[in-house]
């Protein structure tokens, strides 16, 4: 007769998920107190107990924070978040489609897309910013060899949200996609396109109706992972973004004037702008996923 195996856990298994719990905790339990006393009543302060529940915080934050406009700063952020999104998309399916073949100089390409991983963001940050500060002194000398001087007065400065700012949030977002990508066509079986190619498809249409249907829940994931680096880089904008901000660097801004919590709602709206732009990534990569079962 076979011994019954007991079904008791032993002491030692019941610590590996209190661990987890705690570490979950630790992650999203400053989230969710942000979120909760963002709620408060017009009396509320900046810890608890919670005084009251409305949105009052929240009808303050549509009226404005003093001198920020933080309407303006949330458009910047989203436009320069849409446009790190495209570009690491379109950068990053172009440049797994050529590293799958050999190129002469491909490892040291990779290897310095790659290295910004391991800089500092904010040396990151400052190299750009000094990089255009030379590009302005020398746009500004040639302006002026040129005898351009209506134009060399209304110069201001090459730096700007979708120049340099937009430079270093890729250092950022690409290096992430390029891996993605490079992941994806490793495993990517290349028969499709040889049955593609013999049934007399071009170039494009091997690639628009085959191989991109194939890999494109993995390219909404690299447009999610674009968007939401960027929306939320403070390090590599600092110095890099010239005289306007984006909302996380007003943000940072706000923490050290604003005392009440409307600054709490602030941080609730992006987290929400976060999640929303997470679920819509997960939600049309599921859709595309059941459709290419289909």
């Known amino acids: 007769m076979q011994a019954r195996i007991s079904d008791a856990r032993p002491a030692g298994f019941w610590l590996l998920p209190l ?14 107190v942000i979120v909760v006393l963002s709620f408060q009543g017009p009396e509320g302060g900046l810890t608890f107990p919670m005084r009251g529940v409305s949105l009052h915080w929240f009808r303050q934050l549509a009226e404005g924070l003093g001198v920020v406009d933080i ?9 320069v978040g849409a446009a790190v999104m495209v570009l690491t998309v379109v950068l990053s399916v172009l440049a797994g489609l050529a590293f799958r073949k050999k190129l002469k100089g491909g490892n040291a390409l990779f290897y310095i897309v790659v290295a910004s991983l391991i800089m ?9 910013g000094l990089e255009f500060r030379l590009l302005d002194t020398g746009i500004k000398w040639l302006l002026g060899a040129l005898g351009m001087d209506s ?13 340099s ?4 949030h890729l250092t950022w977002t690409l290096p992430f996609g390029l891996l993605i990508m490079f992941a994806v066509f490793n495993r990517f079986n290349p028969s499709y396109e040889e049955a593609a190619r013999d049934l007399g498809a071009t170039p494009w249409q091997s690639f628009s109706q085959v191989v991109l249907p194939l890999v494109a829940p993995s ?33 940072q801004g706000l923490t050290s004037t604003v005392t009440t919590p409307s600054i709490y709602a602030l941080g609730t709206v992006t987290t929400v702008v976060s999640f929303a732009v997470m679920g819509l990534a997960i939600g049309l990569a599921l859709l595309l996923a059941r459709r290419r079962k289909g």
């Open 165 to 168: 700012a937009l430079g270093a």
């Open 219 to 251: 390219v909404v994931g690299i447009g999610m992972f674009g968007f939401t680096l960027s929306w939320d880089e403070i390090a590599r904008t600092s110095q890099a973004i010239g005289d306007v901000n984006t909302l996380p660097l007003e943000l």
């Open 151 to 163: 134009a060399l007065e209304n110069y201001g400065t090459a730096l700007g949200l979708y120049t």
């Open 19 to 32: 661990v987890f719990a705690l570490f979950v905790a630790f992650m999203y339990g400053p989230m969710l």
């Open 120 to 128: 500092p963001s904010i040396i990151v940050s400052l190299g750009i």
């Open 71 to 79: 309407g303006a700063a949330l458009r910047r952020s989203l436009g």
